[in-house]
Nanobody, 115 residues
Framework: QVQLVESGGGLVQAGGSLRLSCAASGIIFRLYTMGWYRQAPGKQRELVATISSGGTTNYADSVKGRFTISRTNAKNTAYLQMNSLKPEDTAVYYC?????????WGQGTQVTVSS
């Protein structure tokens, strides 16, 4: 059974930092592209960042220079370091694992940035 479990969300003031973690099980983690997405109230889910099995990263323009995605294959874990947080970063953040037609999601973790 595939599980993606996010952690690290919470309430932070604008300008602060948070580090999200996504612990994966039930998949060959090193073969998957890992991604972070977010969904704010009343909005569609949007891409935040992805990291391929080879380590290539991709970021939404809105988070470039502030967020960093990484992975530790030995721990089956992906991370999202979020710095200089803004109120508009407030959303539920979801972890995603993608390999060809295999696409898995975590349950999400709430990030709230106060002004």
């Amino acid at each position: 059974q595939v599980q993606l479990v996010e952690s690290g969300g919470g309430l932070v003031q604008a300008g602060g930092s948070l580090r999200l973690s996504c612990a994966a099980s039930g998949i060959i983690f090193r073969l998957y592209t890992m991604g972070w997405y977010r969904q704010a109230p009343g909005k569609q889910r949007e891409l935040v960042a992805t990291i391929s099995s080879g380590g290539t990263t991709n970021y939404a323009d809105s988070v470039k220079g502030r967020f960093t995605i990484s992975r530790t294959n030995a721990k089956n874990t992906a991370y999202l370091q979020m710095n200089s947080l803004k109120p508009e970063d407030t959303a539920v953040y979801y972890c995603n694992a993608l390999k060809e037609w295999l696409n898995y999601w975590g349950q999400g973790t709430q990030v709230t940035v106060s002004s």
